[in-house]
């Protein structure tokens, strides 16, 4: 093992990675072994010179058009009984499953933990898996369904997640409909394309991305699972967002009545430069042009004489993947596209001495999943979305998409329903609710749901309130004098 890894390391220029061979003890050169024979060698020297060695240019594209946009679920627009119906239909006949990607290093956020275990209730401390899962369980009781849910993780984070889910007994799901698959980790390179030593004895590594997921399924028999359940569609979505409508049945229907192959939700961009990818017709080609290449077309920029943004379609990451569709990706999947990030990447000098730079000094790369709606052959569907009550991603502590702010959006999304039950929310002056308020899933997942069963009931609400499973409400001490 040892000579067959170093002889292919040197016939790819990444000799260096043994120089501390000697040094090492039996655990330490098993594990460098193990990362190695992980590594696509051919793959990691065509991204280095594609995009290292040499610049790519970027990709010019001559006529760039909004993609069309299906009206949110809230404007009961054309058809949208119709989506509803089919999406329900679906569930009903078990041919959904759960694919939440949590393979995510989550850097930003700095929680020593994988992300979804970051007690984002402000009451309750309830983490977001658990908002998940309940979120799930409310589903199944709904629709009568199983729906096997699939988890994401990678090396840096798999054992911490079964652990979290054991422990917690997979919050009542079955272990057999809570499946973990892992993503593959790629080395960092330095500006030389040389792979980077995080120790010694260990190669500094990222996952490849939330498009990991497209091999991850395959080659951890996730297809394989989910054709042999009945399952045809995956309803995807991330770890960070607390507020995510799982396996939407609107959502899901308008993806089954167009017979679409990957579907997505849109949201309306908040301003022409907001750092979201967006959907577009790129000659032709649906795909998302991320939020670094705004500049390179400067039609994306374009407002409307009322100050809308002509280019919308904003990128929540939700999709629904049809699963002979990830088949047909994964077969293709050599020339999916890579992504680079420049980052701060901890190394080993050649003293052995770890350093912790200031400044970029190597690229990870990673593959994103919206790439494969490139692929399709039948035009994808996007789905409008309201932010409140979907959208809230958590990626650091404060300012925008933060837990602050996911806690706020927890406020005034369970506020509105509570006042469309008859109850008196605090605000501030400003209009925004001044208590922390949290409603479990399990207790309702919509507002509907919330409203017929607080009929009769009365709710004090000054200090904040959290309502759990059973209807039982929960109220923040009062400060001490
Ligand atoms: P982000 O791009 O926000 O990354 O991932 P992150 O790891 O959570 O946070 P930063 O950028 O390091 O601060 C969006 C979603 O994609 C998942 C994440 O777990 C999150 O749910 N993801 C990302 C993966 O599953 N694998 C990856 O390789 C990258």
Known sequence: MEKTLRGRCEAHGQGHVFRFWGTLN??????????????????????????????????????????????????????APEAWDAGEAALRAGKVGLFLVAGGQGTRLGFPGPKGCYPIGPLTGKTLFQYHAEKLLNLRRRFGCALPWY????????AATRAYFAENGHFGLGAENVVFLRQRMVPCMDGAGRFMLEAPGSLAMNPNGHGGCIPAMVENGVLDDARARGVEMLSYFQV????????????????????????SKVHRKNTAREAVGVHCLCDGVYQVIEYSELDIYPQLLETDAAGNVRYFAGNPAMHILSVEFVQGVFNRFDRFPWHLARKKIPFVNDAGELVKPDTPNGCKFETFVFDALQLVRHAPVAVEIGRLGEYTPTKQFEGDNSVVASRQSMAEWWGGWFNAAGAAVPRDAGGRVAVPLEVSPLFALTRDEFVEKAAGRVWDLSRGLSVDADGNTETPAAPSA
């Open 151 to 158: 988890i994401m993780v990678s090396a840096a984070n798999e």
């Open 240 to 263: 960070d967002n607390w507020a995510v409508k799982v396996a939407d049945p609107y959502f899901i229907g308008w993806h089954a009545l167009k017979g679409a192959e990957m579907s």
């Open 26 to 79: 039996a655990e330490e050169r098993g594990r460098l072994l193990e990362q190695l024979a992980q590594v696509e060698f051919p793959l990691m020297e065509r991204l280095a010179r594609e995009w290292i060695l040499e610049t790519p240019p970027p990709a010019r594209f001559e006529r760039i058009e909004p993609v069309p946009v299906l009206p949110a679920a809230v404007h009961r627009g054309e058809g």
